[in-house]
């Protein structure tokens, strides 16, 4: 993400349906594996400019860490009483990483190079028994300018996403699509806009707050989707087979876990945010 996209989320996150709707779910599923406490850890790796963070710090010990100097001086001016962190992860977490009983990674994979390097060596890290929720935009058929303008290298399927962990001492307690019952709409502003070869929103983006009755709406329609999921993460199966984005929830088994990289028979990125070019036809 450069900057102009850095300053519309934290000009927007606080109301836009998209973020509120999210965090809801978040929250949903988090409590559902975590009953609040102050003194449970939350790691959100690639925490941008902090909200999503800072919706759980009132009943939970937040960390948060991203690369980005401009996202993590958003986040601390927005959130002063939210620990982040400017840096990598791992690495730059030090011991704070043996305390996590959930990392989030909410959306981060698809702005690397080598998604399965960044998985392995998060999951690596944490202690068995803890968490690791991972969401990450769904359905190549979406793409479109947003998405190289948030400078995503890819957007998944079901399967390449299960392929991260694959072999790895992770257990799936649920893999499953969201943001579905908005998919017809967003699928249709989103082929509208390739065709158009433009973005519906600002800063390069399809992001942009409706009037307030109609954002209320949308909001209320994705942030439904958590009953669902809570249900099928307590039943460990079912979900949506359809939508936006996906979301995983995995649990760290005993075990060695390597760190690995991206195999060569993986099917190459639609794009190259550091070219700036299209790499694979979809």
């Keep these: 993400m450069r900057s102009p996209q850095f300053q519309l989320h934290a000009e927007i996150e606080e ?9 809801r779910i978040l929250r949903a599923l988090v409590e559902q594996i975590l009953p ?12 941008g400019t902090g909200a999503n963070l800072a919706s759980l710090a009132a009943d939970y010990r937040c960390i948060g860490i991203d690369t980005s100097p401009e996202a993590i001086r958003l986040a601390r001016k927005r959130f002063p009483g939210v620990h982040f962190i400017q840096g990598f992860a791992p690495a730059d977490l030090g011991r704070l990483i043996d305390d996590a009983r959930l990392v989030l990674m909410m959306d981060v994979l698809e702005h690397v190079p080598d998604d399965f390097r960044l998985l ?13 929720l991972v ?24 399967d390449r996403l299960i392929d991260l962990w694959e072999g790895l001492p992770l257990k799936p307690l649920l893999v499953s699509h969201y943001n579905s019952r908005l998919y017809p709409l967003v699928k249709t502003v989103r082929t509208i806009n390739r065709w158009r070869g433009a973005t519906a929103g600002s800063a390069g983006t399809d992001f942009r707050i409706p009037p307030a009755p109609l954002n209320k709406l949308l909001e209320n329609a994705f942030a439904g989707e958590r009953h669902k999921l809570c249900r099928a993460l307590g039943a460990r199966r ?6 936006v984005s996906l979301i995983a929830l995995l649990q ?4 060695t876990l390597a760190v690995r990289n991206k195999p060569v028979e993986t099917a190459p990125d639609y794009f190259d945010p550091i070219a700036g070019e299209l790499v694979a036809v979809r």
């Design 238 to 243: 079912g979900g949506y087979s359809q939508g």
């Design 252 to 255: 760290r088994q005993t075990g």
């Design 120 to 132: 392995s060596m998060v999951a690596s890290a944490i202690r068995p028994g803890a968490y690791l």
């Design 135 to 158: 969401t990450v935009p769904a359905d190549p058929r979406l793409w479109n300018l947003h998405d190289q303008s948030f400078g995503h290298y890819r957007r998944y399927d079901r």
């Design 15 to 23: 109301r836009h349906w998209w973020f509120v709707a999210r965090r």
């Design 36 to 47: 609040p406490s102050p003194e449970t850890t939350v790691i959100d790796v690639g925490c």
